[in-house]
């Protein structure tokens, strides 16, 4: 059996890994899930919970590495971008001591991903397209077309995205946000690209068209396009990540991609890679065990989320928060 540890199972991305573990149908797989409040949903998907402090606090990797020995846990799968960087320090430690695989890129790579600036430094230096981008203070205003789109350097889910009209729209969106971008607007269809490295085993890329809700994908539709795989793969591979990684992009009007955003994690749509045939985490899991993968991805599918329920008795609740962990299955899982 391999034992495997997901935290922030009340988020987008901890679900999705949840999600795509239970789609592996050729090994036994025992999942632990964590977070830090009972009322995350995700915390009913696994085998078995507990209530850890946030990922920030001092003591959330005590907590973690605990549960770690008293599952015997062989793999751990970060399902929030706050623990990243402390994931990517203690993962030797946690090989080391432990036996537990840390899926996670470097800390070169996270550092890279998570300041939208410093991706673009690295896609100028490797000779890669990319947005064209600037400071505030770098900006010919009399001479800027428009629109464009301002941005913080550190961000997520598109929260504290403007796209600006005029100069007027820039200054507010300018003056409304710490260490702001200026970057070009490229019009058309957004895409998110999902790639794997995993014990030098390049995976397939897996490239989405997708319309979004509140800064998440909700609609996706699979496009096999050598001209984005290529690009995706020399970045990821240059790059050196670690795991599975996730990359935004539009193309230009010439048909040239320009990245403009990368996630060193699993991303919030790895349910959806896994659902038309090519599973980032059982491709993790699979080289690390150095087990054969192949992907086989149905590009005549489309993708589309919805809502579901949950539902729990109360009891069950009240012992998550007084730390009685165990199994604690959802009474009702509902589908449409």
């Known amino acids: 059996m391999i034992r495997v ?6 988020g987008g991305v901890g679900q999705g890994i949840i999600k795509s573990l239970k789609l592996i149908k050729d090994l036994e797989i025992y999942i632990v899930t964590v977070d830090m409040s009972e009322l995350a949903s995700g915390l009913y998907g696994g085998d078995y919970s507990y209530l850890v402090p946030a990922a920030s606090h001092s003591l959330y990797f005590a907590k973690i590495r605990q549960i770690c020995v008293v599952h015997a846990i ?14 990517a320090n203690h993962a030797d430690e946690f090989k080391t001591d432990l036996g537990v695989s840390i899926i996670i ?18 896609l ?9 981008t600037l400071l505030p203070h770098e900006v010919e205003w009399s001479q800027i077309k428009f629109p464009l789109i301002i941005k913080p350097r550190v961000g997520c889910r598109s929260i504290g995205v403007h796209l600006v009209h005029n100069l007027n729209q ?3 969106a300018i003056d409304s946000l710490q260490a702001p971008i200026v970057q070009e607007h490229i019009e058309g269809y957004e895409y998110t690209c999902t790639i794997a490295i995993c014990q030098g085993v390049v995976s397939d890329v ?22 984005i795989e290529d690009y995706v793969r020399e970045i990821a591979v240059k790059l050196g990540i670690s795991g599975s990684c996730n ?39 699979k080289a690390q065990l150095g087990l054969p993968y192949q992907s086989h991805i149905d590009y005549d599918k489309v993708i589309l989320r919805h809502w579901t329920e949950i539902v ?23 589908n449409m």
């Open 105 to 122: 890129s470097p800390i070169s790579v996270i550092e890279i991903s998570n300041d939208k600036l410093k991706t673009v430094e690295f």
């Open 206 to 227: 897996l490239c989405l068209r997708r319309e979004l809700r509140s800064g998440d994908t909700f609609r996706a539709f699979p496009e096999h396009s050598l001209i």
């Open 170 to 172: 820039a200054k507010m």
């Open 247 to 285: 990359f935004q992009l539009r193309l230009s009007e010439a048909g040239i991609p320009k990245l403009f955003e990368i996630n060193s994690r699993f991303s919030g749509t790895t349910p959806f890679c896994a659902h038309l045939g090519f599973n980032p985490v059982e491709f993790c899991i």
């Open 74 to 87: 062989d793999f751990y799968f970060p399902g929030t971008d706050v623990e990243l960087i402390n994931c």
């Open 124 to 132: 100028q230096e490797h000779h890669l397209s990319y947005p064209i």
């Open 5 to 10: 540890l997901v935290t922030g199972a009340g």
């Open 312 to 334: 729990l008795k109360k009891q069950t609740l009240d012992n998550i928060k007084q730390n009685l962990h165990g199994k604690v299955s959802a009474l009702k899982v509902s």
